[in-house]
C-alpha cells in the first residue's frame, strides 16, 4: 500500500540498514527538558563538514527499513579539564536525505518520501526549518550496554529538539577529547510520538498498526580549533 510505504520513514535512525528484526540501537531514557550545562573551558566549534546524523525507521518487526541522513548545520563543544562539559549542535532539518538504496519499490522514490518527511505529517521543515541537541550533563560510562555505539565510556543527557517540542534524552556516547579536538558518537532509539510526530500511529487503523513508532538515531559530531 501507498500509504504504508510512506509513512514508514519516520524519522531523524542510523547507520546501516538490514531487514533483521532485532534493534540495533538501545531505546533512550526520556525525560521533561532539563538545564543545559554551562559551557565552560575551551569551545570549540563544529566541523560540520566532519559531522553528519543518520537516521532509520521501520515497520514494526524491523521490516521494510527506511533510511538515510540530516546535515549537522553548526554547533560547538566545551572542553574543560580535558573533559567534554558541554555542547549543542543544530541539525538542518531540510537537509533529510533518504538513501536510495532503501528503496526497493518500484513504484517508490527517494524524493517523493524526502518530501513526506519534510511535509506537516512529520516535521513540517516550512515551519521548523531546524532541529537542537543541547547538553545538560555528561558523566562517566562503567558498563557500556551490548547496543551502545562502540567504545562508548559516557553517558550524556541532552536536549532533543524536534518538531518545535523539547525533551532530554539519555544514552551512552563514545567521548573523545584531544588537546585540538572533541567528538561525540552515538546511536540510540527514541520514540517519535513523544515529540508529537504522530502520523501513522492510529491504533484504531488496523494499516497504521504495522508503523514503528521507533527512530534510530545515530550521532557522529565532530569539533576541533
Known amino acids: 500500500m501507498k500509504k ?3 509513512i514508514a520513514l519516520v524519522g531523524v535512525g542510523l547507520l546501516a540498514a538490514s531487514c533483521n528484526k532485532d534493534k540495533s540501537a538501545g531505546t533512550a531514557s526520556t525525560a521533561t527538558e532539563q538545564t543545559v550545562a554551562e559551557s565552560k573551558g575551551e569551545v570549540l566549534p563544529v566541523d560540520v563538514a566532519a559531522s553528519v546524523v543518520n537516521w532509520k ?10 533510511w538515510g541522513t540530516l546535515n549537522v548545520k553548526s ?3 566545551s572542553v574543560e ?8 549542535f543544530v541539525i538542518d532539518m531540510n537537509s533529510i536525505k533518504v538513501d536510495p538504496a532503501s528503496v526497493t519499490e ?11 518527511l519534510k511535509n506537516p505529517d512529520f516535521f513540517d521543515t516550512a515551519k521548523n526549518p531546524t532541529s537542537d541537541f543541547k547538553i545538560t550533563s555528561v558523566t562517566d560510562l562503567k558498563d557500556a550496554p551490548k547496543d551502545a555505539v562502540a567504545g562508548a565510556n559516557k553517558t ?11 525533551m532530554n534524552v539519555t544514552f551512552p556516547a563514545k567521548v573523545d ?19 508529537g510526530i504522530k ?25 576541533k580549533k
Open 156 to 166: 550524556v543527557s541532552g536536549n532533543l529538539t524536534l518538531s518545535g517540542k523539547t
Open 75 to 77: 554547533g560547538d563543544l
Open 199 to 223: 502520523f501513522g500511529t492510529s491504533e484504531t487503523d488496523p494499516a497504521e498498526w504495522m508503523i514503528s513508532k521507533d527512530i534510530e538515531i545515530a550521532v557522529d559530531v565532530k569539533a
Open 57 to 66: 525507521a521501520f515497520h514494526k518487526g524491523g521490516m521494510a527499513p527506511r
Open 106 to 116: 518500484k513504484d517508490k522514490k527517494p524524493g517523493d518520501l524526502e518530501a513526506h
Open 4 to 6: 504504508l510505504s510512506v
Open 81 to 88: 579539564g580535558g573533559q567534554l562539559s558541554a555542547g549543542n
Open 177 to 195: 577529547v584531544t588537546d585540538t579536538s572533541a567528538s561525540v558518537q552515538a546511536k540510540f532509539t527514541v520514540n517519535r510520538a513523544d515529540w
